[in-house]
């Protein structure tokens, strides 16, 4: 039987990293993984860090890169039982705010290479992770006559509180007997 001829493939990705927003003390996980003939080489890299490149089952300090090519930054909590007793060892390396940045998955063969990016970004708390609040009855542009009051809305959704500015400095209420917080967040001028 002849034996078939071997197709020569460049590196593919089948999985790209995907840019994440985490909170400190928590783990991140990068996937990335990629495909060719003959199987390429995966490694992956801080931008704008010198400490070179990480490939798979090495380890960085609390930052590692999986068999299968995905970067694990942070450690856990790690358990060793002997002889029927429990032993832990506990390491608590989390995601900080130094490890936020860009952070590139490279595959690479003989045949060319593929680079794919992410951006890690850790926020101080939950808070940071919710999304914008979105404005769902804004005010509008009111023509009124001179001395009559007017109340200008605003009801929106994803945030605790709605705050009124005019010209940049915050209009607190009872700071200005013509300016008043009404229901609902909205903002009372009196005439």
Not at 4 to 9: H, Y
Not at 19 to 24: D, E, F, G, I
Not at 86 to 115: H, K, N, R
Request: proline share 8%; charged share 20%; with cysteine.
């Amino acid at each position: 039987m002849p034996t078939l001829p071997l197709i020569s493939a460049p590196p593919v990705f089948v999985v790209r990293p995907t840019s994440q927003r985490l909170v400190k003390s928590t783990r991140a996980k990068l996937d990335c993984l990629a495909t060719g003939n003959p199987p390429p080489t995966m490694f992956w890299m801080k931008e704008g860090h010198t400490s070179g490149i990480l490939l798979p089952g090495h380890e960085q300090g609390h930052v590692r890169v999986t068999q299968e090519g995905s970067l694990i930054i942070g450690k856990r909590q790690h358990f060793l039982v002997f002889k029927g007793f429990l032993i832990m060892f506990f390491f608590s390396e989390d995601v900080s705010d130094v490890d936020s940045g860009f952070y590139s998955c490279a595959a690479a063969s003989e045949w060319g290479s593929v680079l794919a990016r992410a951006e890690l970004r850790v926020v101080d708390s939950a808070d940071a992770l919710k999304h914008p609040p979105i404005i769902e009855l804004g005010p509008s542009n009111q023509t009124l006559k001179v001395g009559s009051s007017a109340s200008l809305p605003c009801e929106a959704s994803g945030q605790d509180q709605t705050v009124w500015l005019r010209d940049g400095i915050p209009v607190l209420d009872g700071m200005h007997p013509r300016y008043r917080l009404g229901d609902r967040d909205s903002l009372e001028i009196r005439g």
